[in-house]
T-cell receptor, first 112, second 108 residues
Framework: DAGITQSPRYKITETGRQVTLMCHQT?????MFWYRQDLGHGLRLIYY???????DKGEVPDGYVVSRSKTENFPLTLESATRSQTSVYFC???????????FGPGTRLTVL | GQNIDQPTEMTATEGAIVQINCTYQ??????LFWYQQHAGEAPTFLSY????GLEEKGRFSSFLSRSKGYSYLLLKELQMKDSASYLC?????????FGAGTTVTVRA
């Protein structure tokens, strides 16, 4: 039972480069979420998706793009990475709108 | 807006009890989650309160008072493996708003 996985687990990139973080879940959960976690801020919602081809902005969406062509995948793209996007990124999923969210292992991204 | 407050750090001795408080002022409220997060790992679900009162799950209990905007997580019979961050999260529909987390250190 793989659950929810993220790749890569660690990534170092340079400012201005495009980076895509992958998220894959095997539960067929409808809802998927992307969060970033920074010291002193807790987890903040970037984007979420209610189903394939349905996405919407969260609290901190600027500089990020998402897509969801298949239920199981929810990639997050930084179109032109900035140093302020250095963070740990967590993907989460839930079966229904109001259910418990289950988190992936995270991707630690460093932008130089 | 969302305002969720928790203490930054707490230290306790193995075998003791620790209570982590969470106060919130949010634009909507449908429930409150507690998650545990070990260093370098993903948050994992501990408890969920929708109604006022105490929910007990083994060594962990969670309490909610909606009128006071207050919750606490009680960890009993502390073990070394309980050293972690504990995240309070308020649910408003499908959205979770998290506090910054409380780092609990258990000393032998």
């Amino acid at each position: 039972d793989a659950g929810i996985t993220q790749s890569p687990r660690y990534k170092i990139t340079e400012t201005g480069r495009q980076v895509t973080l992958m998220c894959h879940q095997t539960w067929s959960h409808s809802y998927m979420f992307w969060y970033r976690q920074d010291l002193g801020h807790g987890l903040r919602l970037i984007y979420y998706s209610a189903a394939a081809d349905i996405t919407d902005k969260g609290e901190v969406p600027d500089g990020y793009v998402v897509s969801r062509s298949k239920t199981e995948n929810f990639p997050l793209t930084l179109e032109s990475a900035t140093r302020s996007q250095t963070s740990v990124y967590f993907c989460a999923s839930s079966e229904v709108r109001t259910d418990t969210q289950y988190f992936g292992p995270g991707t630690r991204l460093t932008v130089l | 807006g969302q305002n969720i407050d928790q203490p930054t750090e707490m230290t306790a001795t193995e075998g003791a009890i620790v209570q982590i408080n969470c106060t919130y002022q949010t634009s909507g409220f449908n429930g409150l989650f507690w998650y545990q997060q070990h260093a370098g790992e993903a948050p994992t679900f501990l408890s969920y309160n929708v109604l006022d009162g105490l929910e007990e799950k083994g060594r962990f209990s969670s309490f909610l008072s909606r009128s006071k905007g207050y919750s606490y997580l009680l960890l009993k019979e502390l073990q070394m493996k309980d050293s972690a961050s504990y995240l309070c999260a308020v649910r408003n529909d499908y959205k979770l708003s998290f506090g910054a987390g409380t780092t609990v250190t258990v000393r032998a």
